[in-house]
């Protein structure tokens, strides 16, 4: 696992932009293949997704031939509501850059059947090809997507209980009424985002402290779902100095030396 230390959320949402608009070029150089890649929401990538937007507009990067799909949605919410996660990728991704509308994928919080959405969900990113890169986020509780404390890791897409936690941590963006907060949700699993050729999980401010203590220095667990990651040959957890606050001091320094030594 690499840990990737910036000053501040900025330079690391640049850091990530870039690092993934590098992806998508490279494996553009070599085969037609689309390149598929896994995408999340919440305040964090805001940033990520505002320089992913720039670098489209100044010819940087194209997401003409990227088939992308999102790691989670809640259940019952309506497409339309403000707060469901359609909405939000529309608003800060897909309605600035070129990916075409049949390549964009997002699980179904309404659907009829919600165990054949999952598993048409998982068939689809296979027959897509599986994932070059998953890029996520982390809950304060070391959720990874919504896959909260004791979810397995070899989970896969399926309909899950938020936590209390969740719900009044999300209560933000739903009038801070923790009522308002719909009590399931859709979410890849952890097996599925392992699933992919790299992860790259974004984390920022002093919130995601004792998550990232626990997912980089703890066991792997299913108490702290993005432990999981540990297991993963290519993982990256992008940081900012908050977000590593409660790391011990000589892994703090041994993930600057590799920052340092291989340039990233
Ligand atoms: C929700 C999402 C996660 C996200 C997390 C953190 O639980 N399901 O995918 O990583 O929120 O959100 P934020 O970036 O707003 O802190």
Known sequence: MKVVIRNNSAEGSIWAAHYIAEKINAKAKVTDKPFVIGLCTGSTPIETYAELIRMVKAGEVSFKNVISFNMDEYVGLPESHPESYHSFMHKYLFDQIDEKPENIHILNGNAKDPVAECEAYEKAIVDAGGFDLFLGGVGEDGHIAFNEPFSSLQSRTRVVTLTYDTRVV????????????PAQAMTVGVATV?????????????KKARAIKDAIEG??????????????????????????????????????AVEEAENL
């Open 194 to 206: 392992l699933s992919a050729k790299e992860v790259v999980i974004l984390a920022f401010g002093h």
């Open 219 to 256: 066991p792997m667990s299913h108490y702290c779902t993005l432990s999981g990651l540990q297991g993963h040959p290519a993982g990256t957890i992008v940081c900012d100095e908050l977000s590593v606050g409660e790391l011990k001091v000589n892994s703090y320094r041994y993930f600057k």
């Open 170 to 181: 999300n209560a933000r963006f739903f009038d801070n009424d923790f009522n308002k907060v």
